[in-house]
């Protein structure tokens, strides 16, 4: 019976001595950092040791630790990611000068951009407003390369169709 909070908390105990080494292992050949990995993993039996009742009630606390611990490792990758490129996306230039533009080039190329898919317009707004690379981008949107490229091809040829047709309304909002 784990109805006692210290049966909980032994619990978490045995399946740290049974799991830790294993889920470090399998958390290191994904993010490629052994630190990460152990960070991520000690993370995970934190937020166990946070409600040791509900641990204790899972049926596979094993595959529970390991989808924490991936989550808090994308995490910290996107926080990472982030910070990067903040000092190149928060330039007071680029911002006056972006929200400035009110050319009607502009509008209507925002307006399209709008349109397409997220994953489409993600890559576009990444690469071409932000400037960085396609495996940056592939980084920060957690894709691959391949899959960049295809994103960026398909919205560009999204843009031009979108931006040749007339405008329905005949004005931008």
Request: a neutral charge; glycine letters at 4%; charged letters at 25%.
């Amino acid at each position: 019976m784990r109805d006692s909070p210290a049966d909980a908390d032994d619990a978490i105990g045995q399946v740290y001595a049974a799991c830790y080494r294993r889920l470090v292992v399998q958390l290191y050949a994904v993010v490629g950092d052994v630190g990460e990995a152990q960070e991520s993993v000690q993370e995970a039996f934190v937020r166990a040791l946070l409600t040791p009742q509900r641990f204790a009630e899972l049926d596979s606390p094993e595959a529970w630790l390991r989808r924490v611990a991936l989550n808090i490792a994308r995490s910290r990758h996107r926080r990472r990611i982030l910070a990067r490129l903040l000092p190149r996306l928060a330039t007071p230039v680029d911002a006056e000068r972006l929200m400035a533009d009110t050319s009607a080039e502009h509008l209507a190329l925002m307006q399209a951009l709008r349109e397409l898919p997220d994953g489409q317009r993600h890559a576009i707004a990444l690469h071409y407003l932000a400037d960085l690379p396609v495996a940056e981008v592939a980084d920060a949107l957690g894709v691959t390369e391949g899959t960049v490229k295809s994103r960026l091809s398909r919205g560009r040829a999204a843009l031009a169709d979108l931006l040749a047709a007339p405008s329905s309304t005949g004005s931008l909002p």
